[in-house]
């Protein structure tokens, strides 16, 4: 039986977990986002909802090795869903 805590390990895991939630709010946000633009209840509001803001953009960078190339960019546009998806995220995790 452990009598010790290691609070190195159980941030790590917190943060981890917490990483976690942010990315799967946010995906599920951007997926509800899609199907309520789908819904002939909420057309008048969907294009609101699904609207992508531009966060940031790494535009694409193209490094040829000769054997192998590599093309490396990153770009961040959430919508209000995914947005609203990780707010539920932080409070479901805040919760459990």
């Known amino acids: ?10 941030a790590g895991k917190s943060m981890g977990m917490m990483f ?11 997926i509800l ?3 309520a ?6 057309s008048g509001v969907a294009p609101y909802l699904i609207k992508p803001f531009p966060v ?3 535009p ?3 490094i040829n090795l000769y054997v192998i190339k590599l093309v490396i960019g990153f770009a961040l546009y959430p919508n209000l869903m995914s947005v609203l998806g990780i707010i539920a995220a932080i409070l479901l ?4």
Do not use: C, Q, Y
């Open 1 to 10: 039986m452990r009598t010790g805590t290691n609070k190195g390990s159980s």
């Open 93 to 96: 995790f805040r919760r459990f």
């Open 60 to 62: 694409p960078v193209a």
């Open 33 to 35: 986002g899609e199907l």
């Open 20 to 30: 976690l939630f942010l990315i799967t709010g946010a995906i599920v946000g951007g």
């Open 56 to 58: 940031f953009d790494l």
């Open 37 to 42: 633009a789908g819904s002939s209840l909420l």
